[in-house]
């Protein structure tokens, strides 16, 4: 979605209110966002989120970093035939990719052991990983993960930094937020799933750093012995079925990386039984969540065209009660 919002402009001296945002989801529906920020000066950055941090990257990075590339096809990519007479683009695109040469990486290999190096306190990998293997990691888990090939990741961030130019040059509209065609229904099952699975990676890296701190104080760890293997668990203090019951009963997610969700309380209603079509009512309505219950906006709310058709429903079905 390319968007217009002014709180973009607030992360930093040179940042503008253009963007432009992708939510990417796995096969196991959990979902990370990815954004591209536009600056005054022409360059654009990579924003994303992990374990409720925000982290900004240098756009041409994560293209050098995604597979083997130079700036004549970055640049041919960017910008088509009748693009290039375009001084707005061209000049933007030319000051992209000059002021990446401060950072002297020029292979993929030189890209992925920098990304592996900066950030591998943050993704909590294993001592004994290249820095190499931290930055395809990185790649993996947090750039365009609903894509697999790298080569469609590269093609994927072309397409978004030039929707974010086309946004900036008046060429594109922004698009609407608020509208049905952006949004999605998150079921109850996908977000239990979800919560499973992140107390359940909790847990194993737990179980991963008390037989790496046994390891480093010389402690013999004997996998084959059962009473050395109970005692492990036994120090790993993670119950996977309190913390489900907790979300269920409350409402409230207590979770380190927040599961890319906008809010962390609101997530269940009581079902008030005044009767029993305002109980059964619960069970068949779309709740949009607290935060929207909380969004404050000066926008219009226009009729968008997707609503016309239940709008024009409602107006038929006044007009023949009227005639009645």
Not at 162 to 190: M, T
Not at 227 to 241: A, C, P, Y
Request: hydrophobic share 40%.
């Amino acid at each position: 979605m390319a968007i217009i919002r002014s709180s973009f402009a607030k992360r930093g001296k040179s940042y503008s209110q253009y963007g432009v945002q992708i939510r990417c989801v796995r096969p196991d529906q959990t979902s990370q966002t990815n954004v591209l920020h536009y600056l005054t000066d022409g360059n654009v950055t990579f924003r994303f989120s992990w374990r409720k941090n925000e982290y900004l990257v240098p756009a041409v990075m994560v293209l050098k970093a995604l597979c083997e590339t130079n700036d004549r096809e970055i640049f041919d990519g960017l910008l088509t035939i009748i693009d290039r007479e375009n001084t707005f683009l061209t000049d933007r695109v030319e000051l992209l990719l000059r002021t990446y040469k401060a950072y002297q990486l020029y292979t993929r290999t030189d890209t992925l052991q920098y990304l592996g190096e900066k950030f591998r306190i943050v993704m909590r990998v294993a001592p004994d990983m290249s820095d190499v293997e931290v930055g395809k990691e990185f790649l993996r888990k947090i750039v365009l993960v609903n894509l697999e090939d790298p080569r469609d990741k590269f093609r994927m961030m072309l397409f978004m930094v030039r929707k974010l130019y086309s946004l900036v040059e008046g060429s594109c509209s922004p698009d609407n937020p608020d509208a049905i065609q952006h949004q999605e229904i998150l079921l109850g099952g996908f977000l239990y799933g979800q919560i499973i699975k992140e107390r359940v990676e909790e847990y194993l890296d737990n179980v991963t750093s008390e037989l790496r701190r046994q390891v480093t104080r010389g402690m013999l760890v004997d996998f084959n012995n059962k009473d050395h293997r109970v005692r492990i668990f036994s120090k790993v203090n993670e119950n996977i079925g309190t913390a489900l019951e907790y979300f269920l009963s409350t409402g409230n997610l207590s979770s380190p990386s927040g599961l890319d969700l906008q809010q962390v309380s609101g997530f269940t209603i009581v079902a008030e039984k005044i009767n029993f079509y305002r109980f059964l009512s619960h069970f068949r309505m779309v709740h949009r969540g607290s935060f929207f219950a909380q969004l404050k906006t000066t926008t219009v709310r226009k009729l968008l065209p997707e609503s016309w058709g239940e709008f024009l429903r409602c107006i038929t079905v006044d007009w023949q009660l009227t005639a009645i």
